[in-house]
């Protein structure tokens, strides 16, 4: 059974940085594709980033050259690091799992505020 924890939110002023972790339990880590979502209060969630078996990536448009995702496969690790953070990327940010099923974690606060 896939067991997704995250860590790593928090409160931090517009332009700063947050590093974002998910630890992912079970086997065959490599195969899967993990990503980051996100939802804001009464927003759907949507897709922040996503990184696949063979590291290919995927990013929203909004956070583009801003976010970069990536995976340590020895350490069944995915991070999401977010740099030049804004107020509108406030939101509970979820760790994603797919290889057949998809498995959420139970997220992490960003607050951007002043």
């Known amino acids: 059974q896939v067991q997704l924890v995250e860590s790593g939110g928090g409160l931090v002023q517009p332009g700063g940085s947050l590093r974002l972790s998910c630890a992912f339990s079970?086997?065959?880590?490599?195969?899967?594709?993990m990503g980051w979502y996100r939802q804001a209060p009464g927003k759907p969630r949507e897709l922040v980033a996503s990184?696949?078996?063979?590291?290919?990536?995927n990013y929203a448009a909004s956070v583009k050259d801003r976010f970069t995702i990536s995976r340590d496969n020895a350490k069944s690790m995915v991070y999401l690091q977010m740099n030049s953070l804004k107020p509108e990327d406030t939101a509970v940010y979820y760790c994603?799992?797919?290889?057949?099923?998809?498995?959420w974690g139970q997220g992490t606060q960003v607050t951007v505020s002043s």
């Open positions: 994603r799992s797919y290889l057949g099923i998809v498995r």
């Open positions: 079970g086997s065959a880590f490599s195969a899967y594709v």
């Open positions: 990184i696949t078996s063979s590291s290919s990536t």
